[in-house]
T-cell receptor, first 111, second 114 residues
Framework: LAKTTQPISMDSYEGQEVNITCSHN???????ITWYQQFPSQGPRFIIQ???TKVTNEVASLFIPADRKSSTLSLPRVSLSDTAVYYC????????????FGGGTRVLVKP | KAGVTQTPRYLIKTRGQQVTLSCSPI?????VSWYQQTPGQGLQFLFE???????NKGNFPGRFSGRQFSNSRSEMNVSTLELGDSALYLC?????????????FGSGTRLTVV
């Protein structure tokens, strides 16, 4: 079971880059790492997913070191609307595989 | 296209009762998973269904059960409700089983047990 650990909260300012690291020391070989964003009273929204090295899409980048024991979500040039809770999810597709969300990181973007 | 639909949005039940929550996945998605979200425990995985079969199960008591129909719609049932079952219950769908396909979440059902 891949236990995940994230910082509880972090503050930033508009236009800055925000980096959130998730630790997952017991990650299994077939586990993927996925990050979600959640606003109040809504379900989590998919941001980005990766298995190793670096993945980039239009909203974020995901950095995964060679040992895969951690991952870092990078949000470039945040705006006030990026204020949300961010979760990392570690898990694979194998039947019986446990899906473990991190505790979530509350990001507050200030003007 | 329509997203993941969960009904009802809000529910108030009395301790000891049972409740059934419904989830309609995105068209074409065959996997449905359920999560419980509380302020104290965060997002906890309940179970995942694929092709009408439970493929993964979290660490919840047997009072929590679910099923998936041939059209991929899913229901979860909680029997003998306890105060601690008050939570936001989220359903997510994906093309196939496992998070490597990326989940799309519904807005959840807010269950309050009194």
């Amino acid at each position: 079971l891949a236990k995940t650990t994230q910082p509880i909260s972090m503050d930033s300012y508009e236009g800055q880059e925000v980096n959130i690291t998730c630790s997952h020391n017991n990650i299994a070989t077939n586990d993927y790492i996925t990050w979600y964003q959640q606003f109040p009273s809504q379900g989590p929204r998919f941001i980005i997913q990766g298995y190793k090295t670096k993945v980039t899409n239009e909203v974020a980048s995901l950095f995964i070191p060679a040992d895969r024991k951690s991952s870092t979500l990078s949000l470039p040039r945040v705006s006030l609307s990026d204020t949300a809770v961010y979760y990392c999810l570690v898990g694979g597709s194998a039947a019986g595989n446990k899906l473990t969300f991190g505790g979530g990181t509350r990001v507050l973007v200030k003007p | 296209k329509a997203g993941v639909t969960q009904t009802p949005r809000y529910l108030i039940k009395t301790r000891g009762q049972q409740v059934t929550l419904s989830c309609s996945p995105i068209s074409g998605h065959r996997s449905v998973s359920w999560y419980q979200q509380t302020p104290g425990q965060g997002l906890q995985f309940l179970f995942e269904y694929f092709s009408e079969t439970q493929r993964n199960k979290g660490n919840f008591p047997g009072r929590f059960s679910g099923r998936q129909f041939s059209n991929s719609r899913s229901e979860m049932n909680v029997s003998t409700l306890e105060l601690g079952d008050s939570a936001l219950y989220l359903c997510a769908s994906s093309l196939s089983q496992g998070p490597n396909y990326g989940y799309t979440f519904g807005s959840g059902t807010r269950l309050t047990v009194v």
